[in-house]
């Protein structure tokens, strides 16, 4: 059974940084594209970035580029998602999803809730 | 980015009606589309990919079609688990877009 388990949310000030993790199994990590997407509360979602296979590229939306890194450990099967120069409006829960061949988001975590506040 | 705009936002629909949820891109997005079902407090589950293919475990009274611009998801006999907010998604062009959503209701 595919299961993706987010972790490492939480409450963090305007300016500040944080790492989210995801921990996968059930399938073999390292074929995979994996994405973070997020969803603010009320709103709809909104795709943040992608990794390759490999690691070896990684791909962001705008909104975030230079602020969020995408990382991954396969032999650990982790996903990373490091955040800095945080703003209030990336207060959301972030999901991470996997990303199948037709390039549907196939499965996803249950997310973790970050909230930037002073 | 393509915009993805979604009708309606809301909809309550009554035990074995039949309700239609539709996505407008900005531009052709040649059938790379999928629709997601989020029930309250959970992450979206896919029901469809490639704009009419049914994912596995789904129930068949799920349904997308479409072409080009347009596309719709068909719930032939709404049931109370089916309550829930639903969201289309393209993947023809980076970055992926989602649609704002559709809240659907039991009467």
């Known amino acids: 059974e595919v299961q993706l388990v987010e972790s490492g949310g939480g409450l963090v000030q305007p300016g500040g940084s944080l790492k989210l993790s995801c921990v996968a199994s059930?399938?073999?990590?390292?074929?995979?594209?994996m994405n973070w997407v997020r969803q603010a509360p009320g709103k709809t979602m909104e795709w943040i970035g992608d990794?390759?296979?490999?690691?070896?590229?990684?791909n962001y939306a705008p909104s975030v580029k230079n602020r969020f890194t995408i990382s991954r450990d396969n032999a650990k099967s982790i996903l990373y998602l490091q955040m800095s120069n945080m703003r209030s409006d990336y207060t959301a829960t972030y999901y991470c999803?996997?990303?199948?061949?037709?390039?549907?988001?196939?499965?996803w975590g249950p997310g973790t809730m970050v909230t930037v506040s002073s | 980015d393509i915009q993805m705009t979604q009708s309606p936002a809301s909809l309550s629909a009554s035990l074995g009606e039949t309700v239609s949820i539709e996505c407008l891109a900005s531009?052709?997005?040649?059938?790379?589309l999928a629709w997601y079902q989020q029930k309250s407090g959970k992450s979206p589950q896919l029901l469809i990919y490639?704009?009419?293919r049914l994912q596995d475990g789904v129930p068949s009274r799920f349904s997308g079609s479409g072409s080009g611009t347009r596309y719709s998801l068909k719930i032939s006999g709404m049931q109370p688990e089916d309550e829930a907010d639903y969201f289309c998604?393209?993947?023809?062009?980076?970055?992926?877009?989602f649609g704002g959503g559709t809240k659907l209701e039991l009467k």
């Open positions: 999803v996997r990303l199948d061949y037709d390039g549907s988001f196939d499965f």
């Open positions: 059930g399938f073999t990590f390292r074929d995979y594209w």
């Open positions: 990794i390759k296979p490999d690691g070896s590229n990684t």
């Open positions: 531009e052709g997005i040649s059938n790379d």
């Open positions: 490639a704009a009419s």
């Open positions: 998604q393209q993947s023809y062009k980076y970055p992926p877009t």
